[in-house]
Structure formats: C-alpha cells, structure tokens
C-alpha cells in the first residue's frame, strides 16, 4: 500500500544523476515491448474463491500473469498446465528462516520446484512483502537482503532457469516530505539494506518492485487537487520538477521519485515494476466503484500504450492490478478501504467495467462460473430498544468479528440509521458463520435477531448472502505467515467499532 505522504520526502539530485539518467533511459527505451497486466490474488477472506474457479477467471478474462500473497498447495496444482505465470510470495515471518544455503535451496525445492514439476509456470518470487515498511505494521524484517542473497545464489547453483527472485517495497521506503521526484531517496535508516538491495537485483537483472495506491495522495496531500490521483487529471494541478520535467498525476511523480532513490543507490538502469496498484470501492469517502473504474479505464490503456513517465519516456511498464476479489479479513490498521480492493465480489461478480488487455473496451470482465450462494435470506434487527446495552454488546461482538467496515464514514453503508446500522452487523456475522451464531443457532443474538427472506439492501448500501465457502487455506510449513492476526485486526477496528457504538 503505497503512502503519498512518505514519497513527499527525498531530496535534489545532482545533475551528474540526471544526465546518466537520460543517457541510461535512451538505451532502454530504443526496443520496448508490450508492459504486462497482471493481477494480485489475495486470499484473507472468509469466503474463499475456489482455486480451479479462479484459473478459469483469469483465462477467461485474458489474464496471463498472476501474483500469489499467499501459497497452499492447492492452489498452486490449479495453476498447471494452465499457462498462467505465477509469482509466489515468501511470507515476511518466513524471512528469519533464510539464513543458511540449505534453508534457501529447501524454500525454493518445496514451493517452486515441487510445482514446476507439476507443469505449474512458476517465473519468479518475492521474498517478502514490503519487509521493510513501517507504515502499517509494527515490525520490520532487516534480515531480507540475507534471504534474497541466498535465494539469488540457490537459482543457479540448482538449476531454476530464468526463475527471478525479488522483494516488494511500499513507498514508505522513501524518506518523508519530498515535494518533487528528483529529491528522491531511500530512508536514512534503511539506506544501506536498500543499496544492497538494489545491488543483488542489478546482478541478477531483476526488477525493483513498488507498491502504490493513488486514493493516498488524496488522504495526505490536502494541498494537491484529488484529480491529481487520476491519469486523466483534469485540474490544472502539476508539479513541475528542478530538472523541467513536469508531472500531470501521482503515479508518475511515484514512479519516477523511485527511480530517483534507485539511480542514488548506485543502479540507474534498474528496471522497476509496479507490484500492486490499485483503487479501494469503499470504506472511505472517494473510496467507490465509478472511481476505480474511471481509474483503470484510464491507466490501464496508459501501461499498454508505452508512454512511459517524464524520467522515462516511452519504456514499457509491468504492473500487477490490486486485487482480484474483496478482503475482509485484511488488517485495517490504515483505513476500512483495506478490505475493499477488488475487482470482483466475493460472490466473484464484478463491481464495475474494465477490460484487463487495457485495450479500453467498454466492458464488464467476466463472472466466475461454478459458485454457490447459501440461501436468500437475511439475518436483521428486530428493533427491540429495551435492552440497549444488550444490543451494543452485540454490535461490538459482531463488528469484531466480522466485516463493517462498510458502515465507516464515507463507505457504502455510511448512512443508515441506528436500527440499519445494528441489522447490517447482525447479517455479516450471520453470513460469515455459514448463516448460524457460535453455537450453530439460527439468527438469535439473544432473542435480538429475525430472519427475513426479502433483501434489506437499501441505496448503495448492500447487505450481502455469502458464497458457500469451499476452500481452506494451507497454513503448514513455509505457507505461515499470513498477515492477518486478531490482535492487529481488533485494534485496527478500533475507530469503526467507536463510531459505531456511538450511536447505541
């Protein structure tokens, strides 16, 4: 998740960097080809996509590369002899267990060769995610530079081929306050681990992968016009650069403050792809679906048609899209817009139009095939107001547990009234536990309950039925790590569950 507020740090480049540069950039750009569209598969959800479902969704959609937070085993044997190239992700706890050759060969052996065996098309990995950001997360792993050393060492020395291996940076990896892309570096702290990094990739031809999200620069920059996040900015809001080159929309000016930070690490020529990029639909004001799709029906023809950036021009560009499907799980630490990047549903229809071959075609993309939704019929609020401690107990116990973040200020559900609000926390958790409570009752919550059989949807507010979840995921071994965890989740919460219980 990138944060527009760090990129707005760094500082003014010397020219001798601006000329090499140039130069660098002229002999990059003389034979482009065609940037690739891929997409995230993020999986911290209760209500999982089933993975053969999945391979058939991005076949269908023309989907070719495909990047995986997290691995089981199952889901990586839906991917052969698919086609589709897959990047698997170590997990940031795994990073301390890469200290040793043998740990790197064992990683490699058991999550890329067992499956590449398998006919699945395995091209590259990351070792870790964002490891070293502070942004959202309490701890940082300084061990990564060691872990992808010994995995760049592993490929060759065992036969892997063109296998790739990487590490994915948030832009909070940047210093903080910067106002234009040529002051531009890494975090003085963090200075050293990413020159080395950038050394072990430029050895390996490997590229520096990104992590951003253009909705921050309206969340941190309140001095930049909101338009600014749009490649169609249609304000007259530019920043325009000491070396004269000017930017027209934050992803550029993110873009390019990277390569800045990179040139300064000693590797201008460093290729740099855009791991995960993406347009939340909700759990923020701005935060909605005709803003994600105004979004890629403009950026995504922008990558395909290799314009490349100011300091860059006509390069072409590789990104991955954030994210298949909705996330309610994820941590919400930053914003309730965390749990609502995805293209589709969890119910796997898609929210809005895009066309994934950013030809800019009209279009919705394709419906998964092959889900089932438990029964139409919802779980609300009775509206008995005797017991109102009662009813706050609840909505806390629900809201903790299951998905609200709907009702945050500026989300979707923002405006129902005390009664709504209270039916709306009653129905997720009653659709997250298989339409039962804990104890495997029917919409009790104390007598609080009713179950309905007419949607109680209302404006833009949808009170969901959910898939039957048909999927588990695969915690053993290496695939540890996944980064939800309930003591993070719940203190994320927090401010939801506030202004929620407020109105009780």
Request: charged share 20%; with cysteine.
């Amino acid at each position: 998740m990138n944060n527009l507020q760090e990129i707005s740090s760094l500082t003014n480049p010397p020219i001798p960097f601006i000329t090499l540069i140039a130069i660098i950039t002229t002999l990059i750009t003389c034979c482009p080809v065609e940037g690739i569209i891929g997409i995230n598969w993020g999986r911290q959800t209760t209500h999982r996509l089933v993975p053969s479902m999945v391979v058939d969704l991005l076949l269908q959609n023309n989907i070719s590369h495909v990047k995986l937070s997290s691995s089981s085993d199952n889901v990586l044997k839906a991917f052969a002899s698919s086609n589709i190239s897959v990047t698997v992700t170590l997990p940031n706890e795994s990073i301390k267990n890469i200290k040793i050759p043998n740990m790197a060969r064992y990683f490699l052996e058991e999550k890329v060769r067992k499956y590449q065996n398998q006919n699945v098309k395995i091209i590259s990995l990351y070792v870790g995610s964002e490891p070293l950001s502070t942004y959202y997360r309490p701890e940082t792993y300084q061990t990564a530079p060691i872990a992808l050393r010994l995995i760049q060492d592993a490929i060759p020395a065992n036969d892997y081929g063109n296998l790739i291996a990487t590490i994915p940076h948030f832009t909070d990896v940047l210093i903080q306050s910067t106002t234009k892309p040529s002051e531009a570096d890494f975090r003085p702290e963090i200075k050293d681990s990413m020159v080395e990094i950038v050394s072990l990739l430029n050895k390996t031809n490997a590229p520096f992968v990104m992590h951003m999200f253009p909705i921050y620069s309206v969340i941190n920059h309140t001095d930049w016009d909101p338009e600014f996040s749009f490649i169609d900015n249609k304000s007259n809001f530019t920043i325009k650069d000491d070396n004269g080159l000017v930017y027209h929309n934050v992803f550029e000016f993110v873009y390019d403050s990277f390569l800045h930070a990179i040139a300064k690490a000693g590797s201008p020529g460093l290729e740099l792809t855009v791991g995960k990029i993406g347009w939340p639909t909700d759990g923020f004001s701005g935060a909605n679906i005709p803003n994600a799709e105004r979004f890629f029906r403009e950026f995504l023809p922008y990558i395909k048609s290799n314009k490349g950036t100011p300091l860059r021009p006509g390069i072409s560009i590789d990104v991955f899209i954030h994210n298949l499907a909705d996330e309610n799980k994820n941590r919400v630490d930053v914003s309730a817009f965390q749990r609502h990047w995805g293209i589709y549903w969890t119910n796997g229809q898609p929210k809005y139009k895009i066309d994934f071959t950013g030809q800019g075609r009209d279009i919705y993309p394709t419906t998964a095939k092959g889900l089932i939704l438990m029964p139409k019929r919802w779980c609300i609020f009775n509206n008995r107001m005797d017991n109102l401690t009662l009813v706050k107990f609840w909505v806390n116990h629900t809201c903790t547990l299951a998905d609200c973040t709907t009702l945050a200020p500026g989300g979707s559900c923002s405006h129902l009234d005390y009664q709504m609000n209270v039916s709306y926390a009653f129905n997720q958790f009653f659709q997250v536990n298989a339409q039962s409570n804990e104890e495997g009752k029917t919409c009790d919550f104390d007598g609080l309950g009713v179950l309905v059989p007419n949607d109680p949807s209302t404006g833009t507010c949808k009170f969901p039925v959910e898939i039957i979840a048909a999927e588990n995921p695969d915690k053993h071994g290496l695939n540890e790590g996944i980064r939800y965890d309930i003591s993070g989740f719940t203190c994320g919460l927090a401010m939801l569950l506030f202004f929620l219980l407020g109105l009780v």
